[in-house]
């Protein structure tokens, strides 16, 4: 799954444009290094978001294509 995809489908990110332009900006570093949006998003990967005052620092825990607002949360584990 694409990194903007994931983004958006696990809430981290409301839209996948905003995903997507974050990916445009570095904002958004997987495995410590910038990824575009396009990067393919695997299990066990963490990615670092710099949007905001705070970082977020998240583990891809699964790849679901469909997540409603529930279940969301459970692609990811937050790390800091």
Avoid at 52 to 76: F, H, I
């Amino acid at each position: 799954m694409r990194l903007d995809k994931y983004l958006k489908v696990s809430r981290i990110i409301k839209r996948r444009t905003v995903a997507n332009e974050a990916c445009d900006a570095q904002k958004v570093i997987v495995n410590g290094k910038p990824a575009r949006a396009s990067y393919d998003v695997k299990i066990g990967d963490v990615i670092e978001i710099t949007l905001g005052q705070r970082p977020v620092k998240v583990k891809v825990l699964s790849l679901n294509e469909y997540a409603n607002k529930e279940t969301a949360c459970d692609n990811y584990e937050i790390l800091a």
